[in-house]
């Protein structure tokens, strides 16, 4: 019998964080297909037929929440052996004229729905109407359950490398029990010792932060020596040391989200990078630099400085977290880079992005790859939840502004990939956007094209498509050189 797997702090901030306000932990994707290669058509009740033959293989489908009486400690997924798959999976007919456009917005408002947590905590939906005779699906998912990398994981799952699908696959019975599920003493019994063991647990991350004190002093000199940072405090410049500026997303977000979405070619994201000897994620930076720049330039609110972005870095691969779990859904670490959005050339901008990267990596790597993991795990829900509450009031991440916003790049197959026998032709990730943190961009290769995912509050971007734009136009001139 499988036991309950209870939710790491990471995982359950993702939770803490959701409120009446319009904060949602939730993740989403949409693949964009042509239905023409399918053997038969992709209907609603085709989609639901496929998606239960394969709920087997991907075990967050079968699973929702059972909380931990008084809040006390972290909730537990626990089988759910009659999930209907019916009320997870939905049709919406775009309206007309079903463009790129239209998907946009029908994304965006099923994006801006929480999810019911007293089900296994996913749903998809099957968009059609789309023009060119296609179709799309869009899943989301809550991001306690998955991060990016895992989200490949329910990918292999439901996606084919062939369009009849795969002859190994056969709907299987579930091996969770949901008798396996401890008592709620000995549930609280856990929980009392888990909060007693919590100042030993505080006290050896504080050890490890002071044996790599040296580590991390060194790096942070080499971004913001010290006498530069007084000197520029003194200088009166717009905002404090070790504080990203200002910009008009970061402010408190509402329940409205609005979507935006852009291809690049991952050849010419290659080019690029070899000529400056970089990497796909160097690319991203600069692309997403310059087409925020020219946002920022047609709102008249440009800083004078870089603006910082905060970027994911998975702990997935073996041997790079001393304590990976498999049963952990987020398992990531994060590290601060400069967008030089003070730059207006397109090359300098690439160059600093090539540079800050560097630098971000080397800073990354001075600090314990386990710190966010471990410092998210120190409050119970019962703390955690009010905790983001008051933070949102209070505006705390607005005031403090460590960054700008989030920019996570994730790798996807490279081959050709088929939905129920549709051909994979387009795909888009979005993410979470929160309090002072009101756009979030996304990217993942999949095959030859960057799917860009850009989700936004609209009462603070409110011409998103416009920025989507601005991330073509951006890789062309990096293309030409320009």
């Not at 899943?139 to 998955?146: D, F, N, V, Y």
């Not at 404090?240 to 500026?245: D, E, G, K, S």
Request: with cysteine; aromatic share 4%; charged share 20%.
């Amino acid at each position: 019998m499988a036991r309950a797997v209870q939710l790491s702090g990471l995982d359950a901030a993702f939770l803490a964080m959701e409120d009446a306000g319009g904060v949602y932990g939730h993740v989403g994707s949409v693949c964009v297909l042509d239905p023409s290669t399918a053997p038969e058509p992709l209907t609603l009740e085709r989609l639901r037929v496929h998606l239960g033959s394969r709920m087997h293989l991907v075990p967050l489908m079968r699973r929702r929440l059972r909380s931990v009486p008084l809040g006390l400690d972290q909730p537990y997924w626990v089988a759910d052996r009659h999930v209907d798959v019916s009320e997870h999976v939905h049709e919406v007919a775009l309206p007309s004229p079903g463009d790129d456009r239209s998907l946009a917005d029908v994304v965006a408002r099923e994006h801006a729905t929480p999810l019911d947590r007293s089900r296994p905590l996913w749903e998809i939906t099957l968009l059609t109407g789309l023009d060119r005779g296609r179709v799309a699906v869009y899943s989301k998912i809550h991001h306690a359950a998955m991060d990016g990398v895992s989200g490949d994981d329910v990918l292999a799952a439901v996606l084919d490398a062939a369009p009849h699908g795969r002859d190994d696959v056969r709907p299987g019975a579930s091996t969770d029990d949901p008798a396996t599920f401890p008592s709620d003493l000995g549930v609280l019994t856990h929980s009392a010792l888990s909060a007693a063991l919590r100042p030993a647990h505080a006290a050896r991350l504080g050890a490890s932060l002071l044996v790599r004190a040296p580590d991390v002093a060194s790096a942070l000199s080499d971004r913001l020596p010290l006498l530069e940072r007084l000197h520029r405090h003194e200088a009166g410049l717009p905002h404090p040391p070790l504080r990203a500026p200002h910009a008009p997303f970061n402010a408190p977000v509402s329940g409205r989200r609005t979507v935006g979405l852009a291809d690049l070619p991952l050849d010419d994201v290659r080019a690029v990078k070899r000529r400056v000897d970089g990497t796909v994620n160097d690319v991203v930076m600069a692309v997403t630099a310059g087409a925020l720049r020219r946002w920022l330039l047609a709102h008249d609110a440009l800083p004078d400085e870089p603006l910082v972005a905060a970027v994911p870095v998975s702990l997935h691969a073996a041997g790079t977290d001393g304590r990976h779990r498999a049963d952990r859904a987020n398992q990531l670490s994060v590290m601060l880079a400069q967008l030089a959005t003070h730059l207006g050339s397109p090359q300098e901008r690439l160059d600093a992005a090539v540079a800050s990267m560097r630098l971000a990596k080397h800073e990354q790597g001075a600090i314990p790859t386990s710190l966010l993991a471990d410092t998210a795990g120190f409050a119970p829900p019962a703390l955690a939840g009010p905790g983001w509450r008051i933070a949102g009031a209070l505006r705390l991440l607005e005031r403090l502004n460590p960054f700008n916003l989030f920019v996570s790049n994730v790798p996807g197959p490279r081959i050709p990939l088929y939905y129920c026998g549709a051909r994979l032709l387009r795909y888009y990730p979005l993410s979470v956007i929160s309090h002072g943190q009101g756009l979030n961009v996304t990217v993942v290769s999949v095959e030859r094209t960057l799917g860009v995912g850009l989700l936004a509050c609209p009462d603070l971007v409110p011409d998103l498509d416009v920025l989507a734009g601005w991330f073509v136009e951006e890789l062309a001139q990096l293309t030409g050189g320009r």
